[in-house]
């Protein structure tokens, strides 16, 4: 598998998750596994299982590809699953004991808030206007 996969499960009625916001999620993974249900195998970790909802920046980086760009696109309430490839997951490299190398993983994710981030500049500059997807 190569491709990242989305499906909505439950649209949302709330604000759209935009590159660039806060998101608020809560999350279920497992590792995918054709012959379980829905795909879904071992379970490796659950925000629902701690109470714990997670924050990130959308399209910061600071999270899997497949996350950056699976929950992009959801709005608020909504729910989404993501079957997430390896090379936008954790690669050949794996994650500690729970998730190994080259593994496909599936993601059960639901969009709690989303935070919009004002941009202020501070002082102009004077240069070529920075783009998205350029490194400056």
């Known amino acids: 598998m190569t491709t990242l996969i989305k499906t909505d499960t ?14 608020i999620v809560h999350y279920t993974g497992w590792l995918f596994d054709e012959s379980a249900p829905e795909n879904k195998g071992t379970k490796f970790d659950s925000s629902l299982d701690r109470n714990e909802p997670f924050d990130f920046p959308l399209g ?28 936008m997951g954790y690669g050949a490299q794996g994650a500690g004991n729970d998730i190994p190398p080259n593994a496909t993983l599936v993601f059960e994710v639901k969009l709690l808030k989303v935070i919009r981030t004002e941009r202020v500049d501070t002082k102009l500059g004077e240069g070529d206007e920075a783009q998205a997807g350029q490194h400056v």
């Open 10 to 23: 439950k649209l949302g009625e709330g604000a759209e998750a935009q590159a660039g916001q806060t998101v």
């Open 60 to 87: 910061g980086g600071r999270v899997i590809k497949g996350w950056d760009q699976g929950v992009q696109g959801m709005k608020e309430g909504g729910s989404r699953t993501l079957i997430i490839p390896a090379e």
